[in-house]
Each structure stands twice: as C-alpha cells, then as structure tokens.
C-alpha cells in the first residue's frame, strides 16, 4: 500500500514539527494521534507516548471554554476539521493538565487532504496564553484599581495628554473643585484653567515629562470666574504608546491667606511699643515682638534663637516674677488674668506695665501655650498722680467758677428781660406811632391834591415832602415792629401754595415806577409754568420787596434783574436778584443782614435807611426754611440769591 499524505507528513516534517514552539497535534482519517511535537507535550503536560497512537476522543482530555462549561471531545476544534473537513479559527480553552496545574491554550486546526482531495487528517496547533492572560487580568485589575482610586480620591486630579496638552480624564473631586462639567473638562485644553496662551503651557509641559519639573505653582480659574492659588504635582507616564501627566492638585489658596494673615499679624505685633509673648506651660518663651526682644535684650530678628531663661530676663524684677507666677495660675483656671507688674531696665529704673496673660488650650482642651501682653502705664501713673493734685485744684476753682456762674446767670437773666422790655417797647411803640402817621400821611396828600387849588405850588412842595418822609417813617416803624416780632416770637406764619413767578410779577411791576425814576431797568426771568411753592405768600413778597428796592437803592446806573431759577420737575428752587451797582466789599458781606448795618457811614448818608431790610429778610426766609446767600464784587454788583431747596 502507497504511503498516504499523511505518512509522509509524520515521516518528512517531523524535524520542523518538532522545532515549532506552537504545540502541534496531528490526526489521521479515523482520528487516531498520529504525532505530537514537544512544545506540545509542554504544554499539555503529557509525553507523547501516552497520546500517539490512540484515538484522540479517548484521551483522558478535558477542557472547558471561557465561561466554564465543559468541551466535549467531539466538538474539539481538531475533530471538528476533521469531521466537517473545515478549517477552525482560534478558540480559547482551558485544560486541567494531569499534574494538577491549569493552562489557558489558544488553539486553531484545519483538515488535511491526499493528492486526490480526499479528507485524510487534520492537524491543530496551539499556544499557552495563560501568562498572557494572567499578565491582562493583573493589568485589567490595576486598571481598575487606579480607577477606583483615581476616582475616589477626595484629592483633585487630573489626567493631560502631553503631546496636544488636552484634559483626558478628571475625578470628581476635580468637577466639585473646578465647578465645570465633565463634558465641559475633559477634552479642553489646559488654558481653560491655567488662563494662558494655549503655547505658553508647552514649554512648561516638556519640563515635566523630561522629569525635570515634579511641582507647579499656578492660579487656575473657577467656573465662577473666581482664582484659586495651586500647587499641581506632576508625574509623567507612558500608556498605550503616548505619554500622559497625571497632576494632584492642591488649593493653597486658603494657607497663602493664612500665612499673608500671619505676616500682617507679625507685622502689627511688631509695629506695636507693647511687649508681646508667648511661651509654653513649663515657662519656656517661644515668640516674642519686637518691642519684648529688646526688652530682653534679644535680637531683632524674628528667627533668632530665643535663651530658656529670656522669661525670666524680662521679668528681672523678683516681685514681677512671683506676679507671673500668679497670673499663669489664674489664666490657668479662668482662661485670662489683668493686672499689673513691674519691671526692671538695664539701669536700674522702673516701669509700671499693665499686663494680660491669656490661656490658650488645644482641641483636648489642655492648656498648649499662654500670650503675654504688657503695656507700659509708668507715665499713665504719674499723670493720674498729677490730675490727682490738679482735681483738688479744680475744685477749689469750680466753687469759685460756681459763684461766678450764678452771678452770670442773674446777669443773663436781667438781660434777658430788658431785651424782652425792649421787643415790647418797640412793638408798642411802632403801634402807637403808625396811627398819627397814617393821619399824616393822609393830610399831607389831601394837601399835595390841592383839589380846590388854594395852596401855592412851594405849599404844594412842602406838602409833598411831608407825604414823603412821614411814608419813610412808617416804613421805618414797620421795619422796627417786624423786627421786634421775630425776636419776641410773636411773628406768625400763613402757609399757603404760592405762585412765585406771579409774585415776583407783581413786585417787579410794583417796583417799576421807581426803576424808571431813576433811569434803571428792571427785568424780570421767569417762566410762568413754574409749580406752586409752600411759603407764607406775604412775608415772601416783602423778602422780595426788600431785595429789589435794596437793589435799586444802591444801583446808579445798569440793571436789577429778577430770576426764578426752577428744577427739571418744574419746582421753584432759587431766586435770584442781581444788580450791576455799587457792589460789597468781601469783609462786609455778612455784616449786612445784621440789624442797622450798612457797609459805612458814607453810604448810609448818601443813600438812607437803617438796614433792617435785609436783617428782616434774612429771618423771615429762615422761619419759611429759606435761605439768602450775597456774592458780590465791589464796583460791578451783587446777587441776592433767596434758596427755597435749603
């Protein structure tokens, strides 16, 4: 009988069979094992002996799949080429070996023909993939393990690709800190937090894959807007062909505010001539300012070593040592003690010092530390010593003083009654006086009339000029009666809803006649749409009356204008009278709303009148809650301004 395809296989290929590192096993048409190579019988843990020759479906085989179930012989991949003449692609099984050890083998096979194409074989190869496997359960566990950790760590975390410096991954305590989403995080770039040009973070990014750079400072932006202070520790690493940063990030935010905190503190402390220190329950001196290093005689700098006994350097006093000693007990037991001590300088003076010493306990509530504070109260004391002496001083004084003030006080009284004497004297006064001059003022007209023409034209005259100056008299009476009024109190108030710019029409063409007897114009600004004001409508019209006619008293030549001055609502909020006269001095533009004051006797005697215009003016406005403001300049004029928003 010829020798079949597959005996000169097993014949012809045997030295490369069994050179291959892959397992292989060879059937023939029957499914007898017609050879094994040695990486086969490595990885199946059997000699070859035990398996050439015998039927493969009675080999004490068993193998399972990848979920555990058992492989019947039959549906081997080897059978299978062999009874479906199809080649198998690769299966994963797992074959309990006879020595008790367990292999995961990868295995394909395909059927085998002779030189007519008839089945007359198959043959499979096979791997042990177990470490490979084992190798990917270990990484998949670390990679879970990482995850895990990654992501419940309550420390920020973030994962950046190096190459294109984008987010890969961030933990939840990163979206918690940050405030952005997952989606908004993962996939930006780091500029998103870092706040910079996207190309200024790589320089920064090849520092730390080249391992040169392991910690970052950096201000990273919050959803917020808010910035926080960080510190990022980078570790570089390569996974899956690329290299990755892996960054722990803490906010440092809230220790930067407590250290610049503590500087400023240090700094006051420092700045302060009071001695501070603290010092530990044994008495050891731990911290001292400034002004206590001198006072020891330690130097300046805060770093410099303090001596154990730099406490008892301070307290050089033996009185002030037992009164630490005392204080630290009391603080002890009721968490601060006040009192004073004293101490010595290197000369051998005193200082009174007020000191609190204060408990300071941990979170088991013992006692950690104590703060000492002395304030030097030496000079405090000699002061009190001699307000002391000057209190006896004083009191003797104040009886003196008390004499005088009852003396002042009868002489303020009688005062205060002649002055009320006065305002009634001349309230009566100016009422008895105003009916005979009314009369007078009456006559004298009924004479200047001349109706039935008996009196010459100098009888005429002299009628007039009585008519003239008995007017200025009643003006003058009414001035004192109104004047006597405010001051008594007895002045009264009529508010009504006034119409301003149609009294200030009124006044301006009351006053007009006289305006054009002395060759001045009188202009009048304002818009009659004006709104009403609150006010007393008559004392108003003779605060406005006093304005113009003082205007044009003092006004040769020129104008004296009238300006209502309104807000954007319409509401009267100034008046204004404006002259181009005489004009005030700057030293005498408050003199002038005093009572019987004009700016000198040349002017009273060119011009007349006694000054109660504008001291009665001035009052009247303030009981309406005005105001009147004068700026002037001398030789070109003055503007009265009447202030209704006061």
Same mark, same amino acid.
């Given at each position: 009988?010829?020798?079949?395809?597959?005996?000169?296989?097993?014949?012809?290929?045997s030295?490369?069979?069994?050179?291959?590192?892959?397992?292989?096993?060879?059937?023939?048409?029957?499914?007898?094992?017609?050879?094994?190579?040695?990486a086969?019988?490595?990885?199946?843990?059997?000699?070859?002996?035990?398996?050439?020759?015998?039927p493969?479906?009675?080999?004490?085989?068993?193998?399972?799949?990848?979920?555990?179930?058992?492989?019947?012989?039959?549906?081997?991949?080897?059978?299978?080429?062999?009874?479906?003449?199809?080649?198998?692609g690769?299966r994963?099984?797992?074959?309990?070996?006879?020595?008790?050890? *367990?292999?995961?083998?990868?295995?394909?096979?395909?059927?085998?023909?002779?030189?007519?194409?008839?089945?007359?074989?198959?043959?499979a190869?096979?791997?042990?993939?177990?470490? &490979?496997?084992?190798?990917q359960?270990?990484?998949?566990?670390?990679?879970?393990?990482?995850r895990?950790?990654?992501?419940r760590?309550?420390?920020?975390?973030?994962?950046?690709?190096?190459? *294109?410096?984008?987010?890969?991954?961030?933990?939840?305590?990163?979206?918690?800190?940050?405030?952005?989403?997952?989606?908004?995080?993962?996939?930006?770039?780091?500029?998103?937090?870092?706040?910079?040009?996207?190309?200024?973070?790589?320089?920064?990014?090849?520092?730390?894959?080249?391992?040169?750079?392991?910690?970052?400072?950096r201000?990273?932006?919050?959803?917020?807007?808010?910035?926080?202070e960080?510190?990022?520790?980078?570790?570089?690493? +390569?996974?899956?062909?690329?290299?990755?940063?892996?960054?722990?990030?803490?906010?440092i935010?809230?220790?930067?505010?407590?250290?610049?905190?503590?500087?400023?503190?240090?700094?006051?402390?420092?700045?302060?001539?009071?001695?501070?220190?603290?010092?530990?329950?044994?008495?050891?001196?731990?911290?001292?300012?400034?002004?206590?290093?001198?006072?020891?005689?330690?130097?300046?700098?805060?770093?410099?070593?303090?001596?154990?006994?730099?406490?008892?350097?301070? &307290?050089?006093?033996?009185?002030?040592?037992?009164?630490?000693?005392?204080?630290?007990?009391?603080?002890?037991?009721?968490?601060?003690?006040?009192?004073?001590?004293?101490?010595?300088?290197?000369?051998g003076?005193?200082?009174?010092?007020?000191?609190?010493?204060?408990?300071?306990?941990?979170?088991?509530?013992?006692?950690? &530390?104590?703060?000492?504070?002395?304030?030097?109260?030496?000079?405090?004391?000699?002061?009190?010593?001699?307000?002391?002496?000057?209190? /006896?001083?004083?009191?003797?004084?104040?009886?003196?003083l008390? +004499?005088?003030?009852?003396?002042?006080l009868?002489?303020?009284?009688?005062?205060?009654?002649?002055? &009320?004497?006065?305002?009634?004297?001349?309230?009566?006064?100016?009422?008895?006086?105003?009916?005979?001059?009314?009369?007078?003022?009456?006559?004298?007209?009924?004479? /200047?009339?001349?109706?039935?023409?008996?009196?010459?034209?100098?009888?005429?005259?002299?009628a007039?000029?009585?008519?003239?100056?008995?007017?200025?008299?009643? *003006?003058?009476?009414?001035?004192?009666?109104?004047?006597?009024?405010? /001051?008594?109190?007895?002045?009264?108030?009529?508010?009504?809803?006034?119409?301003?710019?149609?009294?200030?029409?009124?006044?301006?063409?009351?006053?007009?006649?006289?305006?054009?007897?002395?060759?001045v114009e009188?202009?009048?600004?304002?818009?009659?749409?004006?709104?009403?004001?609150?006010?007393?409508?008559?004392?108003?019209?003779?605060?406005?009356?006093?304005?113009?006619?003082?205007?044009?008293?003092?006004?040769?030549?020129?104008?004296?204008?009238?300006?209502? +001055?309104?807000?954007?609502?319409?509401?009267?909020v100034?008046?204004?009278?404006?002259?181009?006269?005489?004009?005030?001095?700057?030293?005498?533009?408050?003199?002038?709303?005093?009572?019987?004051?004009?700016?000198?006797?040349?002017?009273?005697?060119r011009?007349?009148? *006694?000054?109660?215009?504008?001291?009665?003016?001035?009052?009247?406005?303030?009981?309406?809650?005005?105001?009147?403001?004068?700026?002037?300049?001398?030789?070109?004029?003055?503007?009265?301004?009447?202030?209704?928003?006061?």
């Amino acid at each position: 009988m010829a020798p079949t395809h597959v005996d000169r296989l097993g014949a012809l290929a045997s030295p490369v069979i069994a050179a291959l590192t892959e397992g292989i096993v060879v059937l023939d048409a029957q499914g007898i094992v017609l050879a094994v190579n040695l990486a086969g019988e490595q990885i199946l843990g059997a000699p070859a002996s035990m398996m050439v020759g015998a039927p493969l479906v009675e080999l004490p085989w068993t193998a399972f799949d990848i979920h555990g179930a058992r492989v019947p012989r039959e549906s081997h991949p080897i059978m299978l080429a062999l009874t479906s003449g199809d080649e198998q692609g690769e299966r994963l099984l797992r074959y309990p070996r006879p020595d008790g050890d *367990t292999r995961w083998i990868s295995t394909s096979a395909r059927p085998l023909r002779d030189a007519t194409g008839a089945l007359a074989g198959a043959v499979a190869s096979f791997r042990d993939v177990s470490m &490979h496997l084992s190798a990917q359960t270990l990484l998949r566990e670390s990679e879970e393990q990482y995850r895990a950790l990654f992501e419940r760590n309550g420390a920020v975390q973030l994962i950046t690709d190096a190459a *294109t410096e984008r987010i890969l991954s961030v933990n939840p305590a990163a979206l918690s800190f940050y405030g952005f989403s997952r989606e908004k995080l993962e996939g930006a770039h780091v500029s998103l937090l870092n706040g910079l040009a996207p190309a200024s973070s790589t320089p920064l990014m090849n520092e730390i894959v080249a391992g040169r750079l392991t910690m970052v400072r950096r201000r990273h932006i919050l959803a917020s807007g808010e910035s926080r202070e960080v510190e990022m520790f980078t570790t570089p690493l +390569h996974v899956g062909g690329r290299t990755v940063i892996h960054s722990i990030i803490t906010d440092i935010s809230p220790r930067l505010e407590a250290e610049a905190a503590q500087a400023r503190l240090a700094a006051i402390l420092d700045a302060t001539p009071d001695i501070v220190g603290m010092f530990d329950p044994s008495g050891r001196l731990f911290y001292a300012n400034q002004a206590g290093r001198r006072a020891m005689g330690l130097p300046d700098s805060p770093d410099a070593e303090i001596p154990a006994d730099a406490i008892q350097r301070g &307290h050089s006093s033996e009185d002030a040592a037992l009164v630490l000693v005392k204080a630290t007990a009391v603080a002890r037991r009721e968490g601060t003690w006040r009192g004073e001590t004293t101490l010595l300088n290197a000369d051998g003076t005193s200082r009174v010092m007020s000191q609190t010493v204060i408990a300071h306990h941990d979170q088991a509530g013992e006692v950690s &530390h104590f703060s000492s504070i002395l304030h030097d109260v030496s000079e405090m004391r000699k002061t009190e010593e001699l307000l002391r002496e000057q209190a /006896e001083e004083l009191e003797h004084q104040s009886e003196e003083l008390a +004499h005088q003030a009852e003396e002042l006080l009868e002489a303020r009284d009688a005062a205060e009654s002649a002055n &009320h004497t006065k305002s009634r004297f001349l309230a009566q006064m100016s009422h008895e006086l105003r009916t005979p001059l009314t009369a007078i003022i009456g006559f004298s007209r009924v004479l /200047e009339s001349n109706r039935e023409a008996h009196l010459s034209e100098k009888e005429v005259l002299y009628a007039s000029r009585i008519s003239t100056n008995a007017l200025r008299l009643l *003006t003058l009476i009414n001035d004192l009666l109104d004047l006597s009024k405010v /001051e008594s109190g007895h002045m009264e108030m009529e508010w009504s809803e006034v119409d301003v710019a149609a009294l200030a029409t009124e006044v301006v063409a009351d006053m007009d006649a006289r305006a054009r007897t002395t060759g001045v114009e009188l202009l009048l600004r304002a818009d009659p749409s004006a709104r009403r004001l609150r006010a007393d409508e008559q004392k108003l019209r003779q605060v406005l009356l006093n304005l113009v006619g003082n205007a044009l008293k003092f006004t040769a030549q020129g104008s004296v204008t009238v300006s209502l +001055h309104l807000d954007a609502d319409g509401r009267p909020v100034a008046l204004d009278v404006d002259d181009t006269g005489l004009g005030i001095d700057a030293a005498n533009l408050l003199s002038v709303f005093e009572p019987f004051a004009q700016e000198d006797e040349s002017i009273s005697r060119r011009f007349g009148g *006694t000054g109660l215009g504008l001291a009665i003016s001035r009052q009247l406005c303030e009981m309406m809650g005005f105001t009147i403001e004068l700026t002037s300049t001398l030789g070109k004029g003055s503007r009265f301004r009447v202030r209704f928003d006061a």
